[in-house]
Nanobody, 117 residues
Framework: QVQLVESGGGLVQAGGSLRLSCAAS????????MDWFRQAPGKEREFVAT????????YYADSVKGRFTMSRDGAKNTVYLQMNSLKPEDTAVYYC??????????WGQGTQVTVSS
């Protein structure tokens, strides 16, 4: 199994920045990708960004492209989501997800991000 712990959420004004972290533990050797998702009140969970664990290739949702940057620190088994130019519509609970060989996924508990206008 893999355990994921997110941190870094909080309250920020529109135009501000936050950096989320997601630390993985357990069978991290099995991870091949990690993702960020978010879920706003009353809405479905949506994809935000992904990174390949070995090559570091990234891909972003159109709604965050150019504002958010996902990175990883393999030595710390941690991924980050740098969020700049935040907008009120970015308000959501942000979850990280780890992809394991065989299409098995593990989720973190989520961290709240609130952007005030």
């Amino acid at each position: 199994q893999v355990q994921l712990v997110e941190s870094g959420g909080g309250l920020v004004q529109a135009g501000g920045s936050l950096r989320l972290s997601c630390a993985a533990s357990g069978r991290t050797v099995s991870i091949y990708r990690m993702d960020w998702f978010r879920q706003a009140p009353g809405k479905e969970r949506e994809f935000v960004a992904t990174i390949s664990w070995s090559g570091g290739n990234t891909y972003y949702a159109d709604s965050v492209k150019g504002r958010f940057t996902m990175s990883r620190d393999g030595a710390k088994n941690t991924v980050y989501l740098q969020m700049n130019s935040l907008k009120p519509e970015d308000t959501a609970v942000y979850y990280c997800r780890a992809g394991i060989s065989g299409s098995v996924y593990y989720w973190g508990q989520g961290t709240q991000v609130t952007v005030s206008s």
